[in-house]
């Protein structure tokens, strides 16, 4: 915490031990100017590296955050002016009231030593300033815009989301509806399944991920539910690896395919045959759905609100971690969904 804290401040430092070193560095490797490093010197050089910092700050800090950007940009050059003209006039002042200056008042050497160095240090404080303050500015805004793209992205994500959970409701009320119908059929079963499905999306599915234990259970209890309509001669697999893998995953990232399964493979007149599995893969696990084709292909392949949903969900939330396969071939409709998960 302390190290984060610090952190920004560190090349700050750096960089000004450096630059106030630097003149004894230089003068270590000219023996003929040591004696020049007197108590004169070291009080000079100390005043002028604190005026720049001063100057450097000033600008970073306020003037720059204050006056840059603003629709009058003449007041961020008339202060920018008044600062050097006033920091070159306290150098010149202070040169008349201080001891006799070697170089002699008025000439070339005595403007450059105590007006035109100065001021040529003040704009280097200034454009060293002008440049760190342009480098965070593009960080801060770039900081905010990908601050702004996620939550651009969660609001999509819980709208797609919201989308799901009435549209998986729906679905299952019809379902259960017909099965209450059937006298063959255990209502308590039937509803106790109901409520932990009902329980899962009231309350596990408001979180971001869930553990994937959790979205395994939600499945089988909704297979579960779903191969009471299958006649008896029916077939329905959920087959999960043994040694499925600890990962946090979106949850109702499968149920679209579960839905569909049921939804398109079952009718009256032919013997369903539905198989789902979950596998772990090297680098994540991979969902199959396949079932057999017992409607028309336009009507199967058409792509709904659903299907749309979930692909801009692993488009959002599996950037370049996800494989969607879906084929309709040789009677079998089939879904291969394989995710690269990192494991808890």
């Not at 002028?48 to 306020?62: E, K, P």
């Not at 084709?293 to 979930?310: A, M, P, Q």
């Amino acid at each position: 915490m302390i190290k984060q804290a610090i952190k920004p401040y560190i090349g700050h430092i750096l960089t000004w031990t450096i630059l106030y070193l630097f003149p004894y560095i230089i003068f270590l490797y000219e023996p003929s100017k040591l004696q020049k490093l007197d108590f004169a010197f070291f009080k000079t050089h100390t005043t002028n590296m604190i005026v720049w910092a001063i100057i450097f700050y000033s600008h970073l800090l306020y003037i720059g955050p204050k006056l840059f950007f603003s629709v009058k940009r003449w007041k961020y050059f008339s202060v920018l002016l008044f600062g050097g003209l006033t920091y070159a006039g306290i150098n010149y002042l202070i040169s008349l009231m201080g001891p006799p200056h070697p170089v002699k008042v008025g000439t070339l050497d005595f403007l450059f030593a105590r007006i035109i160095g100065p001021l040529f240090f003040y704009t280097i404080c200034i454009l060293a300033s002008t440049m760190l303050f342009l480098y965070n500015e593009q960080a801060r805004q770039k900081e905010l815009y990908k601050q702004m793209e996620l939550e651009k992205t969660v609001a999509e994500l819980n709208m797609l989301k919201l989308q799901i959970s009435p549209h998986f409701l729906f679905n299952t009320l019809n379902n259960i509806r017909w099965l209450v119908r059937k006298s063959h059929i255990n209502s308590e079963d039937t509803i106790i399944k109901l409520s932990e499905i009902l329980r899962y999306i009231i309350y596990e599915v408001t979180d971001s991920n869930v553990d994937i234990n959790k979205e395994i259970e939600h499945l089988r209890n909704y297979i579960e539910l779903q191969a009471l309509r299958l006649p008896i001669e029916g077939k329905v697999e959920f087959q999960v690896s043994p040694s499925i893998k600890q990962y946090s995953i979106a949850p109702l990232l499968f149920i679209h395919f579960v839905e569909n399964a049921f939804k398109y493979g079952i009718d009256s007149k032919n013997s369903p045959e539905i198989i789902f599995t979950l596998q772990n893969t090297e680098h994540g696990i991979l969902f199959l759905s396949k079932n057999k084709v017992l409607l028309k292909k336009t009507t199967l392949n058409s792509e709904g609100i659903g299907l749309s949903n979930i692909k801009r969900r692993l488009e959002l939330l599996y950037p370049r971690k996800h494989t969607l396969e879906i084929n309709n071939q040789e009677g079998y409709f089939e879904v291969k969904l394989e995710l690269t998960l990192d494991e808890n």
